[in-house]
Nanobody, 126 residues
Framework: QPQLVESGGGLVQPGGSLTLSCTLS????????IGWFRQVPGKEREAVSC????????HDSDSVKGRFSIARNDAKNKVYLHMNILTPEDTAVYYC???????????????????WGQGTQVTVSS
């Protein structure tokens, strides 16, 4: 199982941009598909974007499509979540997670992911 560490969270104004990083460590990292999730208190963890082990396929949820993008740099063992045109509704703790499974149509839900990072807080506020 890989280990995952998120970084890059912080406070950003509405309309601003932020890039989160998920640093992976361990072996056979290209076997693992990586998802970005977010969670606010009292709500379920929501899938945001996901990318497969090769970096060639990805999905974005409807709530972030056109604003967020996911990318993978295997040389640096990192998966990025580029977030643009941020709104207060994007405020959440963001997590990256790993899974060996992949869906051709959408990101898999949280319970299909076996390894999680500790999360990083993103706050969008003026």
């Amino acid at each position: 199982q890989p280990q995952l560490v998120e970084s890059g969270g912080g406070l950003v104004q509405p309309g601003g941009s932020l890039t989160l990083s998920c640093t992976l460590s361990g072996s056979n990292l290209d076997y693992y598909n990586i998802g970005w999730f977010r969670q606010v208190p009292g709500k379920e963890r929501e899938a945001v974007s996901c990318i497969d082990g090769s970096g060639g396929r990805s999905h974005d949820s409807d709530s972030v499509k056109g604003r967020f993008s996911i990318a993978r740099n295997d040389a640096k063992n990192k998966v990025y979540l580029h977030m643009n045109i941020l709104t207060p509704e994007d405020t959440a703790v963001y997590y990256c997670a790993a899974t060996l499974y992949w869906s051709p149509t959408m990101c898999l839900p949280a319970h299909r992911h076996t390894t999680w990072g500790q999360g990083t807080q993103v706050t969008v506020s003026s």
